[in-house]
């Protein structure tokens, strides 16, 4: 076995899930219902007809898929905390059933030897909230604000790293704009407040998680594309800038005091409408790092103008994809580790997802074979180790996902997991891509 492309002695090697994906017990110990409760409950939303009430019953048990991260020699565990769980109406009473669940999960992956790596929203809004407004209305962040004080000043003696919020682009868009999340709704008018909205919960709790834990890290989680126009014509290479100023810049200039790009802003003007005195001060509050969550890129060809008006088309997506249809496409992840150090100069990046869905088989040995996966990992870490080789501060990777789980609008249909989850059992089986990401944990190194 040939090692190749180390990374820093202090390099975190993690794995990733998120609270509704794989937790279970929607109903239980006195939790809330979330905009997930409701939205997969509503007929026709999801692929195949299924919920995530029971998911991979995580809440039952958590334990033994702590037990798999030990296996795996994972340095950390980056999960989410339902906001109604503990805050059953968003805001107010506390849940203390719902709360003591993440000190008991916090408590076994210390004693595992297992940095925990908290995020405050992946995307399971409570109820409560969406019916008064949601998050086109400002009082939700406030909400926020409450909601991240009261866990990280119950975590907080214990959990160091927090993230904010995780893709709000999706949130915003595929939940306000597209429908096809939860909350399901299709207007440009709630899209617009909700991203602003977002973004300014996530400036506003900063200070509030670092005057409850003293020395907290702190940072924002961005789905990040790559946007690669299909030729050198003008009109291409228009709109993969537009493409990336809808789907990066929106969010990251902001979040470093550049504001809102001017471009949006000249496409969406009511976005301005929302923004109060102080708030753009608030959303560029400094962050310690930031979380990217790196899948594929997207290949552009202008829809402005006639395809004979065009230049030939000189770039294409290749032909190896994913189950979700993604291009697989490593060199991605390096060009955009790149961008954000060299042109946004964060303190300090994350890989905090980064993953594939393939159509996995259980053999009769009981093996779950993956090579594409294995492939798929193999590559997109050499191009973070390069990443790092040029001077980009990456401290950490963490696999999407540690185990298959219900993938939202796809329901169980799609498998992204190192972990194999027999649904109706609920049985775990790492497959070969979990022994492949355990040799890497061990090497340090990308092996071969």
Excluded at 187 to 209: D, N, R, Y
Excluded at 273 to 292: H, K, S, W
Excluded at 406 to 429: A, C, M, N, P, Q
Aim: proline letters at 6%; one cysteine or more.
């Amino acid at each position: 076995m040939t090692e190749s492309y180390h990374f820093p002695e202090d390099f975190i090697w993690g794995a990733a899930t998120s609270s509704y994906q794989i937790e279970g017990a929607w109903d239980e110990d006195g939790k809330g219902e979330s905009i997930w409760d409701r939205f997969t409950h509503t007929p026709g939303k999801i692929e195949d007809g299924s919920t995530g009430d029971v998911a991979c019953d995580h809440y039952h048990r958590y334990e033994e898929d702590v037990a798999l991260m030990k296996w795996l020699g994972l340095h950390a565990y980056r999960f989410s905390i339902s906001w109604p769980r503990v805050l059953p109406e968003g805001r107010g009473a506390v849940n203390p059933k719902g709360l003591d669940f993440y000190n008991r999960l916090v408590d076994a992956l210390l004693e595992a030897g297992i940095t925990p790596y908290v995020t405050l929203y992946h995307w399971d809004l409570p109820q409560a909230l969406q019916d008064a407004g949601g998050w086109p209305a400002r009082t939700t962040a406030e909400a926020f604000v409450e909601y991240a004080r009261i866990v990280a000043e119950a975590l907080g003696d214990r959990v160091r790293h927090w993230m904010t919020l995780n893709e709000p682009w999706v949130s915003a868009v595929v939940g306000y704009l597209h429908g096809r999340h939860a909350p399901g709704h299709t207007s440009l008018e709630e899209m617009l407040p909700a991203s602003h909205h977002l973004l300014l919960a996530h400036g506003w709790s900063m200070p509030v998680i670092r005057q409850a834990v003293p020395g907290a890290e702190v940072g924002l989680v961005l789905n990040l594309w790559p946007h690669t126009p299909a030729s050198r014509s003008f009109a291409d290479r228009q709109a993969a800038y537009y493409g990336d100023g809808f789907l990066n810049r929106w969010y990251l200039d902001p979040i470093t005091g550049r504001g809102y790009p001017a471009d949006m802003v000249a496409r969406f003007p009511r976005l301005l409408d929302y923004v109060q005195d102080g708030d753009m001060e608030a959303i560029a509050t400094p962050i310690d790092f930031l979380g990217i969550n790196y899948y594929s890129r997207h290949v552009i060809r202008s829809e402005d103008v006639p395809e004979a008006e065009n230049e030939p088309q000189e770039v294409f997506a290749s032909d190896d994809r994913t189950e979700m249809g993604w291009e697989v496409y490593p060199e991605g992840l390096y060009d955009m580790l790149g961008r954000l150090h060299f042109d946004y100069r964060f303190p300090a990046l994350y890989v905090t997802e980064n993953g594939a869905a393939f159509e996995d088989v259980v053999g009769e040995d009981g093996c779950v074979n993956d090579p594409r996966r294995v492939a798929y990992l193999c590559e997109h870490l050499r191009a973070a180790s390069r990443a790092i080789a040029a001077g980009v501060p990456l401290k950490g990777y963490f696999v999407w996902s540690l185990l298959d789980n219900f993938e939202w609008s796809f329901g169980y249909t799609k498998r992204f997991g190192i972990v194999h989850v027999d649904f109706d059992t609920l049985e775990r089986t790492p497959k070969a891509s979990a022994e492949y990401y355990r040799k890497v944990i061990r090497a340090n190194a990308v092996v071969e």
